[in-house]
Nanobody, 115 residues
Framework: QVQLVESGGGLVQPGGSLRLSCAASEIRFSIYVMGWYRQAPGKQRELVATIGSGGGTTYADSVKGRFTISRDNTKNTVYLQMNSLKPEDTAVYLC?????????WGQGTQVTVSS
């Protein structure tokens, strides 16, 4: 059974940093496009960042220059380094794995940016 397990969320002050991790199991991790999404209360889920099997990355305009996505195929893990956090970054952050018609989601981890 495929599992994506996120960790690393929490409460942080504006301007602070967090590093999210997503560990995958029971998939051929290296061939999947891995992504981070987020969903704030009352808002639609939005794409934050993706990283392809070859390491190419994409970012939402709202996080460019502040967030960095990376992956370690030896650990079946994708990371999201979040710097200069803002209150508007507050959301549940979800990990996604995609390969053609195969699509999997983690359960999410809460990130709250508040003073």
């Amino acid at each position: 059974q495929v599992q994506l397990v996120e960790s690393g969320g929490g409460l942080v002050q504006p301007g602070g940093s967090l590093r999210l991790s997503c560990a995958a199991s029971e998939i051929r991790f290296s061939i999947y496009v891995m992504g981070w999404y987020r969903q704030a209360p009352g808002k639609q889920r939005e794409l934050v960042a993706t990283i392809g099997s070859g390491g190419g990355t994409t970012y939402a305009d709202s996080v460019k220059g502040r967030f960095t996505i990376s992956r370690d195929n030896t650990k079946n893990t994708v990371y999201l380094q979040m710097n200069s956090l803002k209150p508007e970054d507050t959301a549940v952050y979800l990990c996604n794995a995609a390969y053609f018609r195969n699509y999997y989601w983690g359960q999410g981890t809460q990130v709250t940016v508040s003073s």
